[in-house]
């Protein structure tokens, strides 16, 4: 769960109990660099790209990205967010979060989108982004970077980019975040 998910929990429902770190932050980084290495090398660079960060767990991981892929090629890349909240199949049984804006600074119609994302569990989530893409227009591509896949799929959909593939029991959490990845348990707060 990432960071504001944690602060908004209800008491009766449980918060993220973190038991063991699985990715140091210097980790995090390695990986991210690799993964920015991939999208350049897949991509034979980054004209026509647009980084796209899921509210809110991928947003931060987006903003990385897209400082590594302009070191690496020397130019800017564009860089926004997508909330699906509206798009999912499950929209009764999550919260609904009033400050995780869609910000996409520019027309997607013909770019290569790199949805980025800090965990893909049942794959539901990157459906409904997939939706909401289309929404602004027909890319020429999208592809999946995220930084964990615990697997668990309930769709079809693979990431193209994957920063640790990190086998998971379902009752376990992940909390993924740029100062490390822990994987843990859900707690009361009573």
Do not use: C
């Amino acid at each position: 769960m990432a960071e504001r998910e944690r602060r908004l929990a209800h008491p009766t429902r449980g918060t993220f109990v973190p038991k063991s770190e699985v990715l140091t932050a210097g980790d995090v980084h390695r990986a991210l660099v690799r993964l920015a290495h991939e999208v350049v090398e897949r991509n034979r660079g980054v004209d026509d790209l647009l980084v796209v960060g899921l509210q809110t767990g991928g947003v931060p991981f987006a903003h990385r990205l897209a400082l590594l892929l302009e070191e690496i090629s020397q130019k800017a890349v564009p860089v926004g967010s997508l909330d699906v909240a509206f798009y999912r199949d499950d929209i009764g049984l999550r919260p609904v979060l009033p400050e995780a804006p869609t910000s996409i600074p520019v027309e997607t119609t013909g770019l290569t989108i790199i949805l980025v994302d800090d965990v893909i569990f049942t794959g539901r989530t990157i459906r409904a982004a997939l939706n909401a893409l289309s929404d602004y227009g027909r890319a020429r591509a999208v592809q999946l970077a995220v930084m964990i896949d615990r697997g668990h799929r309930e769709i079809p959909i693979r990431p193209d980019f994957v920063g640790k593939n990190l086998p998971t029991r379902r009752d376990e959490l992940v909390d993924a975040t740029l100062d490390g990845v822990w994987l843990g348990t859900k707690g009361t707060d009573r």
